[in-house]
């Protein structure tokens, strides 16, 4: 009874809430940062308490994180899950910040309707577009895009550059609407 109360409440107030770790992983190389990324989430979830985890590494805060602040210049650009800010970006910059976005701008057309600065006329989801009128810009992740097909929307351009990395071949294609990067796995 008391006893027993007494000794949760000093276990407690002696645990701590939160663990501040900055850059913890920065020094090591590929491969044992990658081992220790999964090492640290295995921690958080055996002691259960909440880890706030400043990086620079994107990859490594998309890993790891369950909810991400990108910050820029000081303030909270926007905060959300990784799959939030990866796959709806609130501006410009954290759809840049967090991997390789092509943005083209453009003007809003129409309820889903954006024309880019080129001319070509491009359907995005209604809710995409929040409500925006004017200038906006369409940004198109580059594993989104695929090369060849008949798809709704559709850029012409020019094959300046091809590279393998491994899991995929980028291609950077020069169009009306600036070069754009490309990912076919």
Not at 168 to 185: C, D, F, H, K, P
């Given at each position: 009874g008391q006893q027993q109360r007494v000794a949760l409440a000093r276990a407690l107030v002696n645990k701590p809430r939160?663990?501040?770790?900055d850059e913890p992983l920065g020094a090591l190389d590929l491969k044992l940062r990658k081992q220790m990324q999964l090492e640290l989430k295995a921690i958080q979830n055996d002691v259960a308490i909440t880890f706030i985890h400043v990086t620079h590494d994107q990859e490594e805060a998309m890993t790891m994180a369950d909810r991400i602040a990108i910050m820029n210049a000081g303030r909270i650009e926007q905060l959300g899950t990784p799959t939030d800010l990866y796959e709806r970006p609130q501006t410009a910059f954290v759809a840049s910040f967090l991997g390789i976005s092509n943005l083209l701008q453009g003007t809003v057309s129409g309820p889903g309707s954006v024309r880019l600065d080129d001319g070509t006329d491009v359907r995005v989801p209604e809710s995409a577009l929040n409500g925006r009128t004017g200038k906006v810009a369409v940004g198109v992740r580059p594993e989104k895009i695929r090369l060849g097909h008949a798809e709704e929307n559709k850029l012409t351009g020019r094959l300046l550059e091809t590279a393998y990395v491994g899991v995929?071949?980028?291609?950077?294609?020069?169009?009306?609407?600036?070069?754009?990067?490309?990912?076919?796995?």
């Open positions: 939160l663990l501040l770790l995929a071949t980028q291609y950077v294609l020069e169009t009306r609407s600036g070069n754009i990067s490309v990912y076919v796995q």
